[in-house]
């Protein structure tokens, strides 16, 4: 029998190796949206992670063999101070074209007053999976930490510098990807999507 095609919903091609590293007891041959020329433009205005997931899973969907699963993920910061932002807006927090620099000193600022007790956040990701007959399931993993009052660490991305997940003292730079795969909020949804579809 040969094996089934799980296709990523994204170009980025240090998505495709972290989901390959973390799908490795799935009986899929995972690969990008290249298979089907490429991730096409969406506009991700849903209200959650897990509509925005379901809007790009869907128009990959429309593009993928009609054998192959096809699978997106959400994700972004939550902050609990700040109700829950920047969440779906993580990577555009200071704007369309901010850079992570950016986005980090627009969280700062608006944290600066709130107390280290009250910093609390995580880091969540939603998957969405289409299968070769239409139906959509939602995977949920979430990582709880803190965030920190400076940058700490030159690994990861994103907002990586200045997380600290709960159980530690260093940021998700500065833990490296061996820990940061154990804990990440993308392992834990991978994790709870591996274990439904391995029965």
């Known amino acids: ?30 690969v990008s949206a290249k298979a089907c020329g490429g991730m096409p433009d969406v506009d991700e205005n849903g209200s959650t992670f897990a509509a925005n997931a379901q809007i790009k899973a869907g128009a990959l969907r429309k593009l993928a063999p009609a054998d192959a699963w096809v699978m997106a993920d959400d994700s ?31 969280l700062l600022e608006a944290l600066k007053d709130v107390p280290k007790a009250k910093r609390t956040a995580r880091f969540r990701c939603v998957l969405c999976v289409i299968d070769h007959e239409g139906h959509v399931t939602h995977y ?37 990807d061996a820990v940061k795969s154990q804990l990440s909020h993308r392992a834990k949804a991978v994790d709870l999507m591996c274990s439904i579809l391995a029965k």
């Open 1 to 30: 029998m040969t094996q089934k095609s799980l296709i990523i919903a994204t170009g980025n091609a240090h998505k495709i190796e972290e989901f390959e590293l973390l799908l490795k007891g799935l009986e899929f041959d995972v």
């Open 76 to 106: 972004g910061l939550e902050v609990d101070a700040l109700d829950g932002a920047p969440g779906i807006y993580s990577a555009r927090y200071a704007g369309v074209e901010a850079s992570d620099q950016d986005n980090v000193a627009k």
């Open 140 to 176: 949920d993993g979430s990582c709880e930490g803190r965030i920190d009052t400076e940058l700490h660490g030159d690994g990861g991305f994103g907002y990586d510098p200045i997380f600290i997940p709960d159980g530690y003292n260093e940021s998700f730079a500065q833990l490296g």
